[in-house]
C-alpha cells in the first residue's frame, strides 16, 4: 500500500540501512553524501514549514543556513586558537562542545529570522519574495566583504565539534548525529503542522480575512512559523559546516535559497517528508549525472521544467497520483 | 579626496545607474504586464554579452557585436517565450520562480560549456577610446559618456513608446486589465511576446555595453539581475518611471557609498579598519535602502497600492 506516511517510513528506514551497509563496506564517501542528503533535507524542512505550509515564498533561507555556518565555525575556530571571542561582559573563547554550539545557532537564527520576519511579513507576494533575498543578499555581501572571517574565501574549522565524547570524525557516527536531528525534527514539525497553531498557519494562505474575523491574528502565526523555520535551516547550516569543516559566503548565496526551493518541490510541496525525498533526488541525480558531464546542471534545469510545467506535486504526489490509477 | 574624483565617482554611479535601467525596464513591464517573475533575466543579459564577444572576435567590429547583442538576446527571450515563459502566466510565484531559476542553471551550464569557463574580453572601438574634458579640466571616458547616453536614449525612447504610442496604450491597458484588453480584440498573446522580446534585447544590449568595461563571463548576469530586482522593488513593480528614477538612485547610493563610506570613517579609525568596514557597509548599503523603503512603502515608490 502506497501512502505518504509508507513512503516517509521506507525512505527513512533506506537511509540509515545505506548508511549501515556503507559502514560495513567501508564506503566513507557514500556516508558522507547521505550526511548531506539529511542536511540538506533538514534546511528545506524548515523552509516548508513556511513555504509549504503558509505559503510565505522566502527567497532567503540561505540566510539562516549560512549564519548557522558561521555561528558554529566562528565558536569552533576561537575554541581550536584558543583566541578571545568576547571580552565583555564575560570572557568567552569560543566552543567546540557540539550542544553549546548548537544553542548558539538556534539563538543567532531565530533573533535574525525575527527581525527579518518583522519586516518582510509586512508585504506580500513578490515584494516578500524580493526583501527576504535582499536580506540574505546584505548577509552575503557583508560576509565577503568582512575579511576577520575569510572574506570571500571562508575559512576551515579543522575538527567537528564533540557530542558527549562520541568520536564525531568519524563518518557513520557524525552521521548518526544528522540522523537523530533529522527524527527530532521531523517529528517537532509533525506536530506542529497538525496543532491548533499549524491549522491557523494553513489558514493564514487561503483567506487572512476568514482568519482575523475567527480572532487570529495572521502576523503573530506567520513571524512564530518564520521563527521556527529560521532555527531549523540554521541547524542544518551548523552541521553542514560541521561536516565539511568549511565555511564560506556560498552558504549565504540565493543558489542557495534556491535549491531549498528546489528540494521541497522535487519532493511534493507541503508535505513533512516531501523536503528529504527532494533532497535525496537532488544529491543522487548531481552524483550521477556528475560522473558523466559536468554540465550536469544542464539535465537539472530540464527537469526542474519539467516537473513544475506537467508533474505538480513532486515525487511523492507522483507515487500517489500512480497508485490511485 | 578632490572634486575631480568626487565628480568622476558620480558619472560612474550615472553610468551604472542606466544600465541597471536597461535591465530593470524590461524586468518591471514584464512583471507589470505579464505578472511574471523572470530570475532568467540575467540569463538573457549574459547571453547578449556572449554573442557580443562571439560576433567581435570573428568580426572585429564592436557596432556589429552591439547589434548581434541585442538581436540575439531577443530571439532567444522570444523562442523561451513561445516555448516555456508562456506556461507560466497563469501559475502562481512560486512556479515561475522555479521555472526561471532552472532556466539560469540550464542557459548558464549551456553557456559554460560552448565558450569555456574562461573569461572573455571586448574591445573599446577607437572612436570611443580615452577620456574627454567634460568639465574645465575634468576627464572623464568617452566610452562611459557613450553608455550614458545610450541609456538615455533608450529612457527617452520608451517614455515615448509607453506614453504616446499604441502599443503603450496596450500594454498600460494590459497592466490594469488582461481579461479586458483581450475582449477588446487585442492579441494578447502576441503583446506578450513582443514584449518580452524588448526585455530581452535592453537586457542583452546592456549585457554587451557592461561586458566590454567588465568582462564576459557565465555567471555575470546575477549579481546584476538581484540589483535589478531590487530597483524594480524600490520603484514599485510595473512603473517605467519608478524604475528609472531608483535605477539611478541605486546607482548613484551604490558606487558613491562604496567610495565615501570608507572615507567618512578614515576620519574616526584607521584606514585599514575604515577600508575593510567601509567596504562592507557599503556593499550592504542598497539592500538596506530598499528594507527602509519597504517599510516606509510597502509596494514601492511609484507601485499601486494593494487593495
Redesign the interface.
Known amino acids: 500500500m502506497i501512502s505518504e506516511k509508507n513512503i516517509s517510513y521506507i525512505s527513512l528506514i533506506s537511509i540509515f540501512l545505506i548508511a549501515i551497509f556503507s559502514e560495513y563496506f567501508n564506503e566513507p564517501y557514500l556516508i558522507t553524501l547521505l550526511s548531506r542528503i539529511i542536511i540538506f533535507s533538514i534546511a528545506a524542512i524548515g523552509l516548508n514549514l513556511v513555504l509549504g505550509f503558509g505559503n510565505l515564498i522566502s527567497f532567503g533561507h540561505a540566510a539562516f543556513f549560512g549564519l548557522g555556518g558561521y555561528v558554529s565555525g566562528i565558536l569552533a575556530i576561537h575554541a581550536f586558537n584558543s583566541e578571545l571571542l568576547i571580552s565583555w561582559p564575560f570572557l568567552f573563547n569560543g566552543s567546540n562542545n557540539s550542544l553549546i554550539i548548537w544553542l548558539f545557532s538556534i539563538f543567532f537564527c531565530s533573533l535574525l529570522a525575527l527581525l527579518v520576519g518583522v519586516f518582510s511579513l509586512r508585504t506580500s507576494g513578490v515584494y516578500f519574495i524580493m526583501i527576504t533575498l535582499a536580506f540574505a543578499q546584505m548577509l552575503y555581501y557583508f560576509a565577503i566583504s568582512w575579511p576577520s572571517y575569510g572574506g570571500e574565501d571562508g575559512f576551515s574549522i579543522y575538527v567537528r565539534s564533540t557530542l558527549f565524547g562520541i568520536n564525531t570524525m568519524k563518518g557513520i557516527n557524525f552521521f548518526f548525529i544528522c540522523f537523530f536531528w533529522l527524527l527530532i525534527i521531523l517529528f517537532i514539525t509533525s506536530k506542529i503542522v497538525n496543532s491548533p497553531f499549524g491549522l491557523a498557519l494553513r489558514a493564514t494562505r487561503f483567506n487572512l480575512t476568514r482568519v482575523r474575523s475567527v480572532g487570529i491574528n495572521p502576523f503573530r502565526i506567520q513571524l512564530i512559523a518564520f521563527v521556527l523555520s529560521g532555527a531549523i535551516t540554521g541547524i542544518a547550516g551548523s552541521l553542514y559546516v560541521d561536516l565539511n569543516r568549511f565555511v564560506s559566503p556560498s552558504l549565504l548565496s540565493w543558489q542557495m535559497s534556491g535549491e531549498f526551493i528546489v528540494f521541497i518541490l522535487i519532493g511534493g510541496l507541503g508535505r513533512i517528508y516531501g523536503p528529504l525525498i527532494g533532497a535525496a533526488f537532488f544529491v543522487a541525480f548531481e552524483q550521477f549525472f556528475g560522473s558523466y558531464t559536468e554540465h550536469w546542471q544542464i539535465f537539472l534545469g530540464i527537469i526542474i521544467i519539467s516537473t513544475v510545467l506537467f508533474a505538480k506535486g513532486g515525487i511523492i504526489g507522483f507515487m500517489l497520483k500512480y497508485q490511485k490509477k | 579626496m578632490t572634486a575631480e574624483l568626487l565628480i568622476e565617482q558620480f558619472l560612474n554611479g550615472l553610468q551604472f545607474g542606466f544600465m541597471l535601467f536597461l535591465m530593470s525596464a524590461g524586468l518591471t513591464l514584464i512583471?507589470g504586464v505579464m505578472g511574471l517573475?523572470n530570475l532568467a533575466h540575467g540569463s538573457l543579459y549574459m547571453i547578449g554579452a556572449f554573442s557580443a564577444a562571439a560576433t567581435f572576435a570573428f568580426f572585429n567590429s564592436f557596432w556589429l557585436s552591439l547589434l548581434a547583442s541585442f538581436s540575439c538576446a531577443a530571439i532567444v527571450g522570444i523562442v523561451v517565450e513561445k516555448t516555456?515563459i508562456r506556461?507560466l502566466y497563469n501559475?502562481d510565484?512560486?512556479?515561475q520562480?522555479?521555472?526561471t531559476?532552472?532556466?539560469?542553471?540550464?542557459?548558464?551550464?549551456?553557456v559554460?560549456?560552448i565558450f569555456g569557463a574562461f573569461p572573455l574580453y571586448l574591445d573599446v572601438p577607437e572612436l570611443l577610446n580615452g577620456s574627454i574634458e567634460v568639465f574645465s579640466g575634468i576627464y572623464y571616458s568617452k566610452y562611459r559618456l557613450f553608455i550614458i547616453f545610450v541609456g538615455l536614449i533608450i529612457a527617452v525612447f520608451l517614455f515615448f513608446l509607453i506614453g504616446k504610442t499604441n502599443l503603450g496604450i496596450q500594454i498600460r491597458a494590459g497592466q490594469h486589465d488582461r481579461e479586458m484588453i483581450s475582449a477588446l480584440g487585442v492579441d494578447i498573446s502576441k503583446l506578450y511576446t513582443l514584449l518580452f522580446g524588448i526585455g530581452a534585447a535592453l537586457a542583452g544590449l546592456a549585457g554587451a555595453l557592461i561586458g566590454t568595461i567588465q568582462s564576459v563571463e557565465v555567471g555575470m548576469g546575477?549579481p546584476i539581475l538581484?540589483l535589478a530586482?531590487?530597483i524594480i522593488?524600490i520603484g514599485g513593480?510595473g512603473s517605467i518611471k519608478g524604475a528609472f528614477i531608483a535605477s539611478l538612485l541605486v546607482g548613484l547610493v551604490d558606487t558613491l557609498g562604496r567610495f565615501l563610506i570608507p572615507w567618512v570613517l578614515q576620519t574616526v579609525t584607521n584606514p585599514s579598519d575604515a577600508m575593510?568596514v567601509g567596504?562592507?557597509i557599503?556593499?550592504?548599503l542598497i539592500?538596506?535602502l530598499?528594507?527602509i523603503i519597504?517599510?516606509l512603502k510597502?509596494?514601492?515608490l511609484y507601485g499601486k497600492q494593494?487593495s
Open positions: 512583471f517573475i516555456i506556461k501559475r510565484h512560486l512556479d520562480v522555479l521555472v531559476f532552472a532556466l539560469i542553471l540550464f542557459f548558464s551550464e549551456l559554460r560549456w546575477e538581484i530586482f531590487v522593488v513593480i575593510s567596504s562592507a557599503g556593499s550592504m539592500y538596506i530598499m528594507a519597504l517599510i510597502p509596494t514601492g494593494l
